[in-house]
């Protein structure tokens, strides 16, 4: 189906689109050959297939002054990290951030939970909370059939920043923000996230683009920059060619390496491309951009990434180890690209992420950063900001929050803010930048959007098999729903469980968020996440028998190994002091789950520490002479030790020395029990 342009508001944007219609052809040849004095490319490169992670336009016609009034160019950075950023800037793998760091102001930007992208992103174009701008998930129900489809802007309950800047008569342009589909209605241009081939790929471009003649345009440059070969890939990965070959050439999606690396490089190049051939057409006051491969690589390819992981292998060190360095170069020399502009409009570029991403020590090895279980242990609240051109002032790296971008860049713009933006503008970054007012805004601002197909189920289930693949489903969440009716996308189960978790964990409203988890299980009762998160409530407001029931009831619908959680509870009520609760909790573990030796482990510890000794003899002696793990036996040690049982004492740390040779302490602890002198240390 054609998108249809509905009727504008803004009178500057009519008939725009006729003259935009080639907006995105190849740059004309008239222009072969000229060098530009600052980067040395040629036009012709340009033209180059694959090329656009590098190559840029040999000459552009500068922004003119309009009324004063200096461009922001805002780069959206998913998952951009200080570690990381800062380690490839010392190396000279980055060196314009390097440059941009050193120049610019920059900051640590604080983030909340609960850390998923179209939240943060939305909050961030918003400069609201999301129980105030309601895109809550990666999914959305159809409000007529109940059936699960990728979240939209549809969802989204408030303007944006590039609604109030367009508004207010300034030009703007948007490319791939999370949640935009369908495309809005705005004093310039608009790309929805729907051209992103990482989560969307081959789907019809109806309603994508606004004005709607800019559809063939973003098509070729799908096609042209899209297209990444075998030999692209070879200089990110250590495979054999026909490995590569084979990787792509089956059924597999983004749970294989390769196709993954595919995927992310094919949207990296599109979403720069059509947002850079768009900025120097168009030459708007705002440019948007977002680029989600920052953090989809980490998900993928984190865990091989230096320094080594002690449960990374050395065959997916050797094959991949280099890919993160090596495409986070490539987005290198495409900020370059925008320094390049900012410097020749007159413009302020911000770079910002949503959240940060662990690199280091702090990575939690053996914790799948594709599983839906453990991706989000591989996040961290921290981001990143920073600033760079003629009004950044530099300076120590400072702090500020994602609720401060919105305000930041409409302060930018000269423009006001709406009262209900919890953030402020980030006035340490520049040099005589004001707090923008405040006003009431949000109401007097119509978001409009083309009309656009709905997506077909087919379409829908390929975008749940990418998440599923990248960690942010675990598959119950793609079952329908009830249907809500009227003309807004209804909430999922997850999104319920979401608010739930901002209320509790960043606003701090325990009634509105035990109502938002009930109402998540209300819609799936066999739903793990608001069970697990009802008991967290239950045991910060000290309700210990309500957080166990709770606790078990999500263990029982998760199936999976108890310990984790259960001992990760246990452990904080005994650092908290509460013997008694973790007792109980771990008494009712060891009875739920008699065969986990490692539960039985944790009782027998807590009850010998009470002196609860012939207690602790009978919870973990069922499993002695049948263990295999050492550390039984030096638990069992301890209880006879406690019991005065010395023969005990002794066979028990033979035999864990037996199993395992290397340890010092229980050699030392035999040798007193013998009645030896100890080895020395």
Known sequence: MKARLIPTRFGRQKGWGQATAALLLVLTAARCGRKDDRTGATAAAVNTPNSGESADVAARDHRPAAGGRAPVLWLGMDGLDWEILDRLAADGTMPNWKRLASEGATARLTSFV?????????????????????????????????????????????????????????????????????????????????????????????????????????????????????????????????QIATARAGSAGLENPIVALSRILSATRVSHRIARDLYDRDRPDLLALYLEGTDEVGHVFAASTPPKLACASDADIARYGNVVARYYGDVDRLLGQWMRRASEDGATLIVHSDHGFKWGADRPCGLASGNWSTAAFWHRLDGVLAVWGARAQPGPRGQASLFDVAPTVLSLLDLPADRRMTGRAARFAFRELMSPASADLFRGVE???????????????????????????????????????????????GAWN??????????????????????????RPDYYAPMYNLAVLARGEGRT?????WLFQALAAIGDAPEKAVLG???????????????????????????SEEIARDLA???????????AQTVLGRFDPGSIDPRTYNT???????????????????????????????ARSLSLARGEKPPSP
């Open 114 to 242: 609960p850390i998923i992208s179209p939240i943060l992103w939305t909050t961030a174009a918003t400069g609201v909370a999301p129980d105030v701008h309601r895109v809550l998930d990666f999914q959305e129900t159809d409000p007529k059939t109940g059936a699960k489809v990728p979240i939209s802007g549809l969802s989204r309950a408030v303007p944006a920043v590039w609604n109030l800047a367009s508004q207010a008569g300034r030009r703007v342009g948007v490319v791939g923000w999370w949640a935009t589909h369908p495309a809005e209605e705005v004093n310039g241009f608009f790309v929805s996230d729907h051209t992103s081939p990482i989560l969307f790929d081959r789907l019809p471009l109806a309603g994508a683009a606004y004005p709607a003649s800019l559809e063939s345009g973003i098509a070729q440059v799908q096609a042209r920059e899209g297209r990444v070969s075998d030999a692209d890939l070879a200089r990110f990965v250590d495979i054999p060619a026909a």
């Open 447 to 493: 978001v409009r959007r083309v009309a656009a197909a709905p997506m077909t189920p087919g379409e829908a289930n390929e975008y749940a098999k990418k998440l599923l693949a990248l960690g942010y489903l675990t598959g119950g969440e793609t079952r329908p729903l009830a249907p809500t009716g009227g003309d807004r996308p209804g909430m999922t189960e």
């Open 498 to 523: 979401n608010l739930g978790l901002y209320l509790r964990d960043t606003a701090s409203k325990p009634g509105e968020s035990r109502a938002a988890f009930e109402k998540a299980l209300a819609l």
């Open 545 to 549: 028998k309500a957080a166990e029931d």
């Open 569 to 595: 509870w246990s452990h904080e009520y005994q650092h908290a002091g509460k013997a008694a609760a973790a007792r109980s909790l771990l008494e009712r573990a060891a009875a739920k789950y008699p065969k």
């Open 605 to 615: 510890l807590l009850l010998a520490r009470s002196r609860d000794c012939r207690e």
């Open 636 to 666: 069992l040690a301890l209880v006879e030790t406690c019991l005065e049982n010395r023969p005990a004492v002794v066979r028990l740390l033979t035999r864990s020395l037996e199993m395992k040779p290397d340890q010092p302490e229980v």
